[in-house]
């Protein structure tokens, strides 16, 4: 089941230099017949976003060049109701801290799950169209709640793996 059917109707920027999490993103939003652009870095994303703007912002925050914290600082200024979310494999708690600080609206560890992402997504879409933002307990709650063995099928994850299951019993191999 869908939590968020009109997510179709969303624009989704991701932010990553790893070709494998920007490929499986690419190929999970295609599965579900939704929009993403992708890129590898935050020079071009800030280049991208002078021109058009999207309702959703996904990005690494190890990257060449700019960070993802600098990067999401500079578009929760001049993108102030996109939703923006840190990714990130290395994200240690000073990180995350300072991530929440500037008003990124939530953090996902590497690797994680299509469901995770999914459900983080159409929280802070929900909220943001509700005028809401969600306390970190509330996004935290809500990861926890999605996280099940079987999330594994799904798994988003970094250069480590050589193939990545992603909706209804379907391997890409990356």
């Given at each position: 089941m869908d939590r968020l059917p009109e997510f179709t109707k969303l624009t989704t920027l991701l932010v990553d230099d790893e070709q494998l999490i920007r490929d499986s993103l690419r190929l999970a939003y295609l599965n579900k017949g939704r929009f993403i652009k992708v890129v590898d870095s935050a020079e071009k994303a800030l280049r991208i976003l002078e021109k058009v703007s999207f309702d959703i912002i996904i990005s690494d925050f190890k990257l060449p060049g700019l960070n993802g914290l600098e990067f999401l600082k500079q578009v929760r200024v001049s993108h102030p109701n996109t939703v923006t979310i840190l990714i990130s494999a290395n994200g240690n708690d000073q990180v995350i801290e300072n991530?929440?600080?500037?008003?990124?609206?939530?953090?996902?560890?590497?690797?994680?799950?299509?469901?995770?992402?999914?459900?983080?997504?159409?929280?802070?879409?929900?909220?943001?169209?509700g005028?809401?933002?969600?306390?970190?307990?509330?996004?935290?709650?809500?990861?926890?709640?999605?996280?099940?063995?079987?999330?594994?099928?799904?798994?988003?994850?970094?250069?480590?793996?050589?193939?990545?299951?992603?909706?209804?019993?379907?391997e890409a191999h990356i």
């Open positions: 991530a929440y600080k500037i008003g990124v609206h939530d953090f996902l560890p590497k690797p994680f799950s299509l469901k995770t992402l999914w459900a983080t997504l159409a929280m802070h879409v929900q909220k943001r169209n005028g809401q933002k969600p306390s970190k307990k509330t996004a935290k709650k809500a990861r926890k709640k999605t996280k099940r063995k079987s999330d594994t099928q799904d798994t988003v994850t970094g250069p480590t793996r050589s193939s990545l299951k992603i909706v209804d019993g379907e």
